[in-house]
């Protein structure tokens, strides 16, 4: 299973922007995309944004397209998530994984990090 720690969260205002850091170390198993995640209190975690190992593809949830973008340093297994503009509706705990078929991961979640904006 892929190993992942996340850094980068913290407290935000509105409007303000953060970076999310993921190490990743896939041991045995190769990885094909990087994928962020959160979880909100009182919701199902849910996908944020997906990019592909060599860069050429991302998807991103509708409620954050146009503020976040996905990044990935392969040399440095690490994969970024710059957020701006937040909102508070974008307080969370931010988890990375490597994706899977049909919306599955192939890594063990980790302990994420929280993000909270705000108003």
């Known amino acids: 299973q892929a190993q992942l720690v996340e850094s980068g969260g913290g407290l935000v205002q509105a409007g303000g922007s953060l970076r999310l850091s993921c190490a990743v170390s896939?041991?045995?198993?190769?990885?094909?995309?990087f994928g962020w995640y959160r979880q909100a209190p009182g919701k199902e975690r849910e996908t944020v944004a997906v990019?592909?190992?060599?860069?050429?593809?991302?998807n991103y949830a509708d409620s954050v397209k146009g503020r976040f973008t996905i990044s990935r340093d392969n040399a440095k297994n690490t994969v970024y998530l710059q957020m701006n503009s937040l909102k508070p509706e974008d307080t969370a705990v931010y988890y990375c994984n490597v994706p899977g078929v049909g919306g599955s991961v192939l890594g063990y979640w980790g302990q994420g990090t929280q993000v909270t904006v705000s108003s």
């Open positions: 896939s041991g045995t198993f190769s990885i094909n995309a």
């Open positions: 990019i592909s190992i060599d860069g050429s593809t991302t």
